[in-house]
């Protein structure tokens, strides 16, 4: 992150900064993109329900998937790297 104020002249009366944004390595393709977006819409359908509880109705979703730690959480408590695995079932 760079400091705008510090390189301005004159400096700027408020706070701010940039930031560089890097990609991934390996971009999803369109269809895992397609079954991550399901996946992640149906975690957040009921937002305060566990993870167990929103995923049980997604179709072919391996019930081992529903007995991990992963489906104990809410889906606002998971990072974006957590779903991937589960989205990786998905394709089976």
């Given amino acids: 992150m ?6 301005s002249k004159p400096p700027p009366k408020v706070e701010s ?45 391996p019930q081992d998937i529903l007995s991990d730690r992963f489906c104990d959480k809410r889906p606002e408590d998971v990072s974006p790297q957590e779903y991937l695995p589960c989205k990786e079932s998905l394709n089976g």
């Fill in 2 to 7: 760079i400091s705008v104020a510090a390189n």
């Fill in 17 to 61: 900064a940039m930031l560089v944004l890097e990609r991934l390595p390996e971009a999803l393709t369109r269809s895992d993109w397609s079954l991550l977006q399901k996946l992640v819409r149906s975690a957040f359908q009921f937002k305060r329900k566990t993870l167990r509880n929103n995923l049980k109705s997604l179709p072919g979703l």
